[in-house]
């Protein structure tokens, strides 16, 4: 089994300063790793994903995530926020193997950007 | 990627009543799921709905109270029966597309149940 830890519940920021959103993960097994943001009354969009190769994967509206398998963290960045960027962020993983693609999410981050 | 749309976006119903949420998506998939967001919660899956065999469902959840359809590749259905102030979420399907094991999600159906 999976779990997906996100330790901050939430997370405010200024405009144009750089954001960290952490996620941690533990499973038995090796694992696909994502980020979904969801805006405010919306369904949830896909940032980025990491399933292989190079551990620094950039998605879209500027975000990047770092996948750190002996921490076994996927924490999510971006050097300059916007306040289009005030969000609800998961993290979520699914085993590589079996599972049956299932996504395991995390609780979220609430992102709101201040001017 | 994949293109979901759900219907209806937004219901309130009486307790006691049920509902039937549909999804559609632009194109053939094998995979489909239905998840739950409880007010101010994360997602939890619902259950995996396969074309051409029975739904396949998470611990906590029933088939009598969440029956789900899957007629063919491109749509499904999730009713969810006999409703109660707890059933109050947002319900979200989701699809598996383009080969990369990322899933993609519907607009989601907000539901009240007064």
């Known amino acids: 089994a999976q779990s997906v830890t996100q330790l901050d519940s939430q997370v405010p920021v200024f405009e144009e300063a750089p954001v960290e959103l952490r996620c941690n993960y533990s499973s038995s097994v090796s694992v696909y790793l994502f980020w979904y943001v969801q805006y405010p009354n919306q369904g949830l969009q896909l940032l980025l994903k990491y399933l292989s190769g190079s551990t620094l994967v950039k998605g879209i509206n500027g975000f990047e995530a770092e996948f750190n398998k002996s921490q076994t963290s996927f924490h999510l960045r971006k050097p300059s926020v916007h306040i289009s960027d005030t969000a609800e962020y998961f993290c979520?993983?699914?085993?590589?193997?079996?599972?049956?693609?299932?996504?395991?999410f995390g609780t979220g981050t609430q992102l709101k950007v201040e001017l | 990627s994949a293109v979901i749309s759900q219907k209806p976006s937004r219901d309130i119903c009486q307790r006691g009543t049920s509902l039937t949420i549909q999804c559609q998506v632009d194109s053939q998939v094998t995979m489909m799921f239905w998840y739950r967001q409880q007010p101010g919660q994360s997602l939890t899956l619902i259950a995996t709905?396969?074309?051409?065999?029975?739904?396949?469902?998470e611990s906590g959840f029933v088939i009598d109270k969440f029956p789900i359809s899957r007629p063919n590749l491109t749509f499904s259905t999730l009713t969810v029966s006999n409703m109660s102030p707890e059933d109050s979420s947002i319900y979200l399907c989701?699809?598996?597309?383009?080969?990369?094991?990322?899933?993609?999600f519907g607009p989601g159906t907000r539901l009240t149940v007064t």
């Open positions: 979520a993983v699914t085993p590589l193997t079996g599972g049956g693609n299932k996504l395991t």
């Open positions: 709905a396969n074309q051409g065999s029975e739904a396949t469902y």
């Open positions: 989701s699809v598996v597309a383009g080969g990369m094991r990322a899933q993609y």
